[in-house]
């Protein structure tokens, strides 16, 4: 075992609607006593179900808070918008929530959290495939360009209306209130590890916009090669879709293309770069407003089961420009959302291997020993998975930044029919993140527990955490499942 952390940082994700359905001392009353919770991170702005509202219609709603879903949920800034720092856009300041309009998420809980101890970050997730994010006006003219030059359904990194947009909101953020910290979150991959994973269209395959082939052409990198491989892509991954399968094998078929067309790597690379960008700049505005402010990164689910994705999303790279990570450890819901993932990679650049041994593969490169693919369903990933998470992040960034693993508390498992119907009726584009959506069904999916949380938490700090962030939001969270959380403090003598 590691040594005991000092001091660690127990943060918990939360949403406006649970103080507001129970009341900010009550809340409060609840992540202390059953969590020993010292950090919060409030959910704004947001517009995904991931972070705000209350449980995913369809799925439990948790013994505490409001007992009907909010089907209205739109999301936005639950802070309140201060407009003079957005001046560098074109785009308007960030919008209010429609919900609840009134309430400051970050006016009225950082002060009373303070005088218990409880530190707060600004839980900032973009959204980028969100419709309400693209009915902001003007948002559409900042979309990434697909490969047919078209505009498509993401703002581009490298627009500078939508940066300086951002960039507007972590200032406003941290000028308005007295933040600790703030944790920025961005769940997309780029274009080549949408193409080789999964089913795709042109529009998934970006970006080729005007201001992306100019950081492009500067770094002797040519834009139409890029898409002319890219174009190769696309047809191979659409006669896979139509099961047609390439003579000398779909993996060989693929490499074949990198081979022609080298741009196609340098493309992905790009638009890694131009997302890691984008991060140094939240983190150099938010401690130029503040130097005290703690700013770090939310690293999604792909991190875990992509091993290309694990490539681009280097944690050496990211300690440059990171005082913490929330590194996702999901175990639970890893079982469904990975054994989905395996079934797709293995209809395309594992075609050649089928599930089974694409999973024998994965395992292999991952570093994971996990139970058989037919049965991760219904058993979810062990806690050995977060540990081992945990210990891989460790090892690649410098002593400065600190891992907080994401623990998973009641994150929905199975695929409801409300559930796709709110993503149809919120016109979500999910491009690339289709993936990570759990298409599994049946009475008998893995759940978290008491126990399981708490073995979570405790895997956690044996691989060297220094914080763990209770996930995803509170507003789902059973409150028994949450005291596993406590449990594990307990037996670590941290509280
Ligand atoms: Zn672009």
Known sequence: MSEQPVNPV???????????????????????????????FLATPTWTRGTGGRAVPGHPIPDHGGQAYDHDFVGGNYATTHPEYYRNTSLPPVPKNPEHPDFDLLGEVIAEAKKRGIQSYAWMEESSYIQAVRDIPGMPATMEVDVWGRPSSRPCFNNPDYRNWHLGIVEDYVQSYDLDGLAWCSERPGPLNTTLQGPMSATGITCFCRHCSAIARDRGLDPERARQGYQELLDWNQKLQAGERPSDGAFTAFWRVLLRYPEVLGWQNLWTESQRQLYRDIYGVAKAANRQVQVGWHVFHDISFSPFYRADQDYAELGKLSDFIKVVAYNNCAGPRFHHWVHSISRFLFADLGPEKSYGVLQGLLNYDEADLDQLPQVGFTADYVKRETERALASVGPDTKIFPGIDIDIPVGSAPAAVADRKKRNESVTGLALNIDVSTGDDLTQCTRASVKDAVLAAFNGGAHGVVLSRKYSEMFLENLSGAGDALDELGLR
């Open 10 to 40: 127990i943060a918990i994700q939360v949403g406006a609607i649970s103080f507001v359905d129970e009341g900010i001392e009550p809340v409060l009353d609840q992540f202390q006593t059953r969590a020993g919770v010292n950090n919060l």
